[in-house]
């Protein structure tokens, strides 16, 4: 049972990881793309991958690595203890700050157009804070592989 818990924390590692670093270069070259619609239509699709792909990612990863914990782990491990913490600042700036500000650039690119500066400016910052979420997969990942004080 740990091996099938495993396989599926890490398949959806993969997903939810490398979606994110998938989005973060299609993002460069969007942003540097002379079509002005490329902005708003990948911010449109990285919307929909969002709902419907990486959220449910992220839960089945949660769910299997708490399986795991449970059944070989501690949750008192600093590497266990640290991946879950990591896991719920990732799961709050998504559904507190990403998701919203999606629906907005969504509107505003409506309403204004592919040029809007408001959506531009706001999607650059998602951008942002997607990069930085992307550091945090990285610790993550150092600490399932090295933990620490195991």
């Known amino acids: 049972m740990y091996q099938l818990l495993l396989f599926v924390h890490v398949i959806c590692a993969v997903i939810w990881v490398g979606g994110a670093f998938y989005a973060q270069l299609l993002s460069i070259r969007a942003g540097r793309s002379d079509d002005p619609m490329a902005l708003p239509r ?14 449910p990612a992220a839960v089945l990863l949660l ?7 449970l059944r070989a782990w501690s949750f008192g491990q600093l590497w266990v203890a640290a991946s ?17 500000r999606a629906r907005r650039v969504s509107a505003l690119f409506d309403a204004e157009g592919p040029e809007s500066v408001a959506g531009r400016r706001i999607i650059g910052r998602m951008f ?7 550091v945090s997969f990285a610790i993550v990942i150092a600490l399932m ?6």
Do not use: D, H
């Open 42 to 55: 990948l911010g449109r699709e990285i919307e929909f991958l969002g709902s419907r792909v990486f959220t």
């Open 63 to 69: 769910l299997a690595g708490a399986a795991m914990t």
């Open 84 to 100: 879950v913490a990591l896991w719920i600042v990732s799961a709050v700036a998504g559904a507190a700050y990403l998701a919203p």
């Open 128 to 134: 942002l804070v997607s990069r930085l979420e992307l």
């Open 145 to 150: 592989v090295f933990k620490p004080g195991s």
